[in-house]
């Protein structure tokens, strides 16, 4: 459930940075690479020429953007000493920061709609 307080904000964390974090888990455990790293995985990825490989510098883009927007927020709060979170009230975000989330959450959708084809067999 979502507490009022959250209502209307976006969850970077839940929403946007573990998608990407889970879609490079997944082809990591898929082509045996050891890094741990998101960022190290997806560099991996991108050089096999995996699926992610064609969107890995996308992804890469998108993982650092979000994960700026984060710490942009939580820094945002700390310094109006509020307990830091995930939550962030996309309202405040600029046009251009909104236009650059809007892709990278159209990128993780499309992915995800990649690895659902790829495994359907398996999952269902």
Known sequence: ?????????LNL????????VDLARLFALEKGIAETGT??????????????GSYGEELEQAFDFLMALRIHHQHAQ??????????????RLSALEMK?????????????????????ASIW
Not at 1 to 9: A, Q
Not at 39 to 52: E, F, Q, S
Not at 78 to 91: E, I, V, Y
């Open 1 to 9: 459930w979502i507490k009022d307080e959250h209502r209307d904000r």
């Open 13 to 20: 964390k839940l929403h946007a940075i573990a998608p990407i």
């Open 39 to 52: 960022l190290d995985r997806l560099r991996v990825l991108r050089a096999l020429n995996t699926i992610v």
């Open 78 to 91: 700390a310094a109006a000493g509020q307990k830091p979170d995930n939550f962030l009230n996309p309202d």
């Open 100 to 120: 650059t989330a809007r892709e990278a959450f159209g990128l993780v959708m499309k992915l995800q709609r990649l690895v659902i084809e790829r495994y359907r």
